[in-house]
């Protein structure tokens, strides 16, 4: 039998059946003991340090038992302590994405995913190079900075050679003022030498989801195709920070199966990459799974309500202080905002998961993906993100920095994150009103970069973004940031 080994390479050590049936154990027998929730909810907080403030972060043993805990008081306590570090790490900036669907072919028989490939009333679609560009076009004109791309598995329709010839499109676009400056890549697990062309290929994240961790129903879930490895999927992190990528995304697929098990996982994942690599991952999605073409949620055993969701959401801040949090529209507009206080750093906007949807003006789009809930445009999310008191980010700075992997992460820990993400965010976001908002979002917008200005503590900086944003609104551009 494996034994548990976070350090290891192999997915059964480090992601240990035993460990997580344990841990389950350990919580449900602590859920009541206040004397080690109290201390777990002490450790969780925030430090202040002489430049700022650190965290602690959580083990997921100790998360797990925050989890389990069902005493409202204690819930109140998560959520406040959330919100605590969301506000110290991230403040009240949101970063802006959108995802840009590349082809629906697909090889697997994800029984989740409407592009399996025994589903065949959706039509496949696979972008030409030319519909890429009118894609990049459409989400920039719409103000978009940064994309992540999504493609199905076919090593034939999709093979690497495409999706590098899709970045280098992307990148290439340079429409009015638009450019999309960071692609993060949602594409299936591959092989140490695909992950160095990626990062060769100039990507930002590379996203995998795990879908679960449960390896009996991950094999269930997966019954054809390559996907159907749990270990080379499970495994497929470690292979990318082997071939150089050092920004990765993890998620879980909730719905699919049960909560805790999947939520113990997701952060053993997370020490894992810690443990082998010294750097934890940059993001963790937190996806439900939605009805779709050829696919009911309800056939699933592990469905969870909003305020269960909440309360994961909540706990992984806690656990991963430093880790950004991504929402995407398969949320509401209700989820996503009460999910915005509990430590969520990053929402898309606007989204098409659809082929070629972003050109095409109508929806539903026969290609989607799934149900998109929040179908709002990109400048009503910027408008309630604002009316929200969030900041809209479109900086892609850290990135174009080779701040990434562990030099965001110490960035992160200094403390000087208002002297730097936040005049980024606000010079980014002043490019965004003059460029794309309607008057009433660009209004509110100027209005509240004139108050968040105030916020940068040191008056250099201050001085130097307010002048940036003096030039943005007079045209007068330049590619600056701190
Ligand atoms: N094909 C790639 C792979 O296998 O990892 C990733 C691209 S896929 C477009 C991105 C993610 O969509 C999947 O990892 C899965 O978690 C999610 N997804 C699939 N079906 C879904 C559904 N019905 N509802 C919500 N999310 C879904």
Redesign the pocket.
């Known amino acids: 039998m494996a034994i548990y080994n976070p350090a290891s390479l192999h997915a059964e050590e480090f992601i240990n059946d035993e460990e997580i049936r344990e841990t389950l154990a350990y919580a449900e027998k602590n859920k009541n003991n206040m004397t080690l929730i109290n201390e777990i909810l002490e450790k969780a907080r925030p430090i202040p340090t002489a430049t700022g403030c650190r965290c602690n972060g959580l083990t997921h043993r100790e998360a797990s038992v925050l989890l389990a805990c069902e005493d409202p008081e204690v819930t109140k306590r998560i959520y406040e302590i959330a919100e605590e570090i969301k506000l110290a790490f991230y403040g009240n900036r949101i970063v802006i994405f959108a995802?840009l669907?590349l082809s629906?072919y697909?090889v697997?028989g994800?029984l989740?995913?409407?592009?399996h490939m025994k589903n065949k009333t959706i039509p496949r679609k696979k972008l030409t190079q030319e519909e890429v560009k009118a894609e990049v076009i459409a989400l920039q004109d719409m103000g978009h900075k940064r994309l992540a791309i999504?493609?199905?598995?076919d090593p034939v329709m999709n093979p690497i050679e495409y999706i590098l010839e899709c970045i280098d499109t992307i990148y290439s676009i340079k429409h009015k003022n638009g450019a999309i400056r960071r692609v993060n890549v949602?594409?299936?697990?591959t092989t140490v030498e695909n992950y160095t062309k990626l990062k060769d290929a100039g990507i930002g994240t590379y996203?995998?989801?795990q879908?679960t961790y449960h390896k009996e129903s991950y094999l269930q879930l997966h019954p054809t195709g390559p996907?159907h490895d749990y270990d080379y999927?499970t495994e497929a992190m470690d292979r990318a920070m082997q071939g150089g990528i050092d920004d990765v995304g993890l998620?879980v697929?909730f719905?699919l199966e049960m909560y805790k098990y999947e939520f113990a996982g997701l952060l053993m994942h997370a020490e894992h990459l810690e443990a082998v690599h010294g750097v934890g991952p940059h993001t963790i999605s937190v996806?439900?799974?939605?009805?779709?073409d050829d696919?009911d949620?309800d056939e699933f055993d592990g469905g969870i309500d909003d305020e269960t969701f909440e309360k994961i959401t909540a706990c992984i801040r806690l656990a991963v202080p430093y880790t950004g949090m991504i929402i995407s529209t398969?949320e509401s507009e209700a989820v996503r905002s009460k999910l915005l206080r509990l430590g969520i750093s990053q929402v898309s906007g606007g989204s098409r998961?659809s082929v070629g949807g972003y050109a095409e003006k109508d929806r539903p789009h026969d290609t989607e993906?799934?149900?998109v809930s929040d179908q709002r445009t990109l400048d009503e999310v910027v408008a309630w993100l604002m009316q929200s008191g969030h900041i809209p980010s479109f900086c892609t700075a850290c990135y174009r920095e080779g701040r990434t992997g562990d030099r965001f992460m110490s960035l992160c820990k200094s403390g000087q994150i208002l002297n730097c993400c936040h005049p980024n965010a606000l010079m980014t976001l002043a490019e965004y009103l003059v460029d794309y908002a309607s008057p009433e979002t660009k209004a509110i917008g100027f209005d509240m970069i004139a108050k968040e200005l105030k916020r940068i503590p040191k008056e250099k900086v201050r001085a130097v973004a307010a002048q940036n944003i003096e030039d943005i609104k007079n045209s007068n551009r330049r590619d600056f940031r701190f």
């Open positions: 995802p669907y629906n697909c697997n994800c989740y995913c409407p592009y999504e493609s199905g598995e949602n594409i299936a697990a996203i995998l989801f879908e996907k999927h998620g697929l719905g996806p439900r799974v939605k009805r779709a696919i949620p398969r998961t993906q799934f149900d």
